[in-house]
């Protein structure tokens, strides 16, 4: 497979890359994640933890398996609507995540990227004055996330 694009050319803001780094234990900081998402305008229809699963899967314990990793996978209704407005195609991109990972015990690293912008990076979603919009409304409610947290 070729890619059509060099990806170590693409900028944090390409992607509407955003993380920021949360004092606190994992549960707590999972917590945190979902309160503020919601208060920023998204819901939280789907979470689960990759960690956990794979452990399980794998049949590996809590002591020598994955590190604690959380996604919440949030959704703003209205932005929704309008993307799938746009193109069909956006909703296998759906839904928006926060991902908390742990980098050390009591530090927990939140991370999100852009389904948007990605959508259009890679020829999903239209180069129009419509998709800016979602773009930029999408842009908008991430922001007001990251700053609650």
């Known amino acids: 497979m070729t890619i059509a694009f060099d990806p170590a050319e693409i900028?944090?803001?390409?992607?509407?890359?955003?993380?920021?780094?949360?004092?606190?234990?994992?549960?707590?900081a999972i917590e945190h994640v979902r309160e503020t998402a919601?208060?920023?305008?998204?819901?939280v229809p789907v979470e689960f933890s990759p960690a956990e699963l794979l452990n399980e899967k794998l049949d590996r314990g809590t002591d020598d398996g994955?590190?604690?990793?959380?996604?919440?996978?949030?959704?703003?209704?209205?932005?929704?609507d309008r993307a799938l407005e746009e193109t069909r195609k956006q909703g296998a991109l759906f839904?928006?995540?926060?991902?908390?990972?742990?980098?050390?015990?009591?530090?927990?690293?939140?991370?999100?990227?852009?389904?948007?912008r990605i959508a259009r990076l890679v020829g999903m979603a239209p180069d129009n004055d419509a998709w800016d919009g979602?773009?930029?409304?999408?842009?908008?409610?991430v922001e007001a996330f990251f700053e609650k947290l």
């Open 95 to 116: 839904p928006c995540n926060f991902v908390v990972w742990e980098e050390e015990p009591g530090v927990q690293r939140v991370y999100h990227v852009s389904i948007m």
């Open 134 to 141: 979602i773009v930029e409304d999408t842009g908008a409610l």
């Open 11 to 28: 900028d944090a803001a390409d992607i509407g890359e955003r993380q920021a780094t949360l004092e606190m234990d994992h549960e707590a």
């Open 66 to 80: 994955r590190d604690p990793y959380y996604v919440l996978g949030a959704c703003n209704p209205r932005m929704a």
């Open 38 to 43: 919601e208060a920023a305008g998204f819901g």
